[in-house]
């Protein structure tokens, strides 16, 4: 299973030293993931996704008084991979144009 995650905390002191401590979250559990400008994408059993989700509410709500969690759920049965698969795939057909272009600010 594929879950898109984002976390925001709202209101208090530091948002990005907050998102860290979610990276860190992410870090220690089993799941595959990647972080990203615009959130996180996750690979996993759905337990083990709604588990880290949960996680990282409570390690923001520790920290902001308020937290917005977006979370999207791709279930495909016996499908597991499907995040390196997905990109792979995406690289093959948009060949030669790279996926990214990052610019120094």
């Known amino acids: 299973m594929l879950g898109e995650l984002r976390v925001t905390p709202v209101g208090g002191s530091a948002p990005l030293s907050h998102v860290a401590s979610v990276v860190r979250i992410l870090e220690r559990s089993a799941l595959a993931y990647q972080v990203h400008p615009m959130g996180t994408t996750l690979e996993g059993e759905i337990g083990q996704i709604l588990d880290v989700?949960?996680?990282?509410?409570?390690?923001?709500?520790?920290?902001a008084p308020r937290v917005l969690i977006e979370l999207s759920l791709d279930d495909r049965q016996?499908?597991?991979?499907?995040m390196i698969r997905g990109i792979n795939r995406l690289r093959e057909a948009a060949a030669p144009a790279?996926?990214?272009?990052v610019v120094k600010a």
């Open 53 to 63: 989700v949960k996680q990282c509410h409570e390690e923001l709500r520790r920290k």
């Open 78 to 82: 016996a499908v597991e991979g499907e």
């Open 98 to 101: 790279p996926l990214e272009r």
